[in-house]
């Protein structure tokens, strides 16, 4: 991955994974141990889903730009349901507790999708490609007359 994918990539999910700690904390003072192993799951959840989404689409970006915007739109969806397939899924597990896990799960999909959108905002990705200037400028271009 270029540096600049990475360095995305860790701007997204270093608060997503904060938040996820915190969660945890929040739900083992609150629900004890199953609440805290229902937060680490739907942490954990969210991270997988949105970081792989987050390569793919990196990746779509560097080989294919012309579906960039599409491949997005279709990500983001896919990846939302995707999550409710997993809620539904679990539903009524007694592995761990759903609402901890249903709470975290949303609280880190958010802060992941805004921190990605800041890290977007934040980067200095260039858009023109200045392959003109090194060309040789005694060349001349129009009319000759």
């Not at 270093?14 to 739907?42: H, K, T």
């Not at 896990?101 to 802060?111: D, E, K, R, S, W």
């Amino acid at each position: 991955m270029p540096s600049n994918d990475v360095r995305t990539l860790l701007r997204t999910a270093v608060p997503s994974a904060a938040v996820g700690v915190l969660a945890v904390g929040i739900s083992a003072v609150v629900g004890g141990g199953e609440a805290a192993l229902g937060a680490l799951v739907g942490t954990a959840v969210a991270i997988v889903f949105m970081g792989g989404g987050l390569v793919a689409l990196q990746r779509t970006a560097k080989r294919l730009p012309q579906l960039f915007q599409a491949m997005g739109l279709l990500l983001y969806v896919l990846q939302l349901l995707l999550l409710f397939v997993f809620l539904a899924v679990f539903k009524g597990t007694e592995l761990f507790d759903f609402k901890a896990f249903g709470f975290t799960l949303l609280a880190v999909t958010l802060v992941w999708i805004a921190a990605q959108a800041r890290a977007y905002m934040k980067a200095k990705i260039l858009y023109v490609d200045d392959s003109s200037a090194g060309a040789d400028k005694s060349q001349k271009t129009g009319s000759s007359s």
